[in-house]
């Protein structure tokens, strides 16, 4: 009996195509972790439970440590709804999916996000070469969800920030303090 990675279907599909491909090996930087491990939360923000309770990290964003989780915003149980946000390595926090699937669309775009404290955001350079199995991502994600890759992530991360963005920030901040 195998069991499941996560309670999100989405991530589950995720994982086994990673368990195929490897680790950052479909999108720079990025890879999924153990499922709702708050260490990374507690040593860097915060260990109140009011706020280690309302996130979980999934997913390493970068190479250097920054990593995604989803942000229970309310008590919804589709957990692929959620919004996602990325907490840096040098610190700042920011929404940058409307939810999952979202996010799935900026992986294609094959580039590790950069977190500063005022912003998120990505950049590629036109030469960079794309990751050993992007192409097979992009497959991926047009087979099973239908999905294109972000063109534009900053179109993206700005839907995002204009629908959960205030809401996060003013929640948050309590607990940075």
Same mark, same amino acid.
């Given at each position: 009996?195998?069991?499941?990675?996560?309670?999100?279907?989405?991530?589950? =599909?995720?994982?086994?195509?990673?368990?195929? #491909?490897?680790?950052?090996?479909?999108?720079?930087?990025?890879?999924?972790?153990?499922?709702?491990?708050?260490?990374?939360?507690?040593?860097? &923000?915060?260990?109140?439970?009011?706020?280690?309770?309302?996130? #979980?990290?999934?997913?390493?964003?970068?190479?250097?440590?920054?990593?995604?989780?989803? &942000?229970?915003?309310?008590?919804?149980?589709?957990?692929?709804? =959620?919004?996602?946000?990325?907490?840096?390595?040098?610190?700042?926090? +920011?929404?940058?999916?409307?939810? #999952?699937?979202?996010?799935?669309?900026?992986?294609?775009?094959?580039?590790?996000?950069?977190?500063? +404290?005022?912003?998120?955001?990505?950049?590629?350079?036109?030469?960079?070469? +794309?990751?050993?199995? +992007?192409?097979?991502?992009?497959? &991926?994600?047009?087979?099973?969800?239908?999905?294109?890759?972000?063109?534009?992530?900053?179109?993206?991360?700005?839907?995002?920030?204009?629908?959960?963005?205030?809401?996060?920030?003013?929640?948050?901040?309590?607990?940075?303090?």
């Amino acid at each position: 009996m195998t069991t499941a990675y996560s309670p999100v279907e989405e991530l589950n =599909l995720l994982k086994g195509f990673q368990d195929r #491909v490897g680790y950052e090996n479909f999108a720079r930087g990025f890879g999924l972790t153990e499922y709702g491990d708050i260490s990374g939360l507690a040593a860097g &923000w915060s260990r109140d439970p009011a706020f280690t309770g309302r996130l #979980v990290p999934f997913a390493q964003a970068t190479g250097g440590g920054s990593f995604y989780a989803l &942000w229970r915003i309310d008590d919804r149980e589709d957990l692929a709804t =959620l919004p996602v946000v990325v907490f840096g390595d040098e610190g700042g926090e +920011h929404v940058v999916a409307r939810h #999952v699937r979202e996010l799935f669309q900026l992986l294609g775009f094959d580039e590790e996000i950069s977190v500063e +404290h005022a912003k998120a955001y990505f950049y590629r350079d036109e030469d960079e070469p +794309h990751t050993d199995c +992007h192409d097979e991502y992009v497959a &991926w994600l047009d087979r099973h969800f239908g999905l294109p890759v972000a063109k534009d992530p900053d179109a993206v991360l700005a839907a995002a920030q204009a629908e959960f963005g205030e809401r996060f920030a003013d929640w948050i901040r309590p607990f940075l303090l």
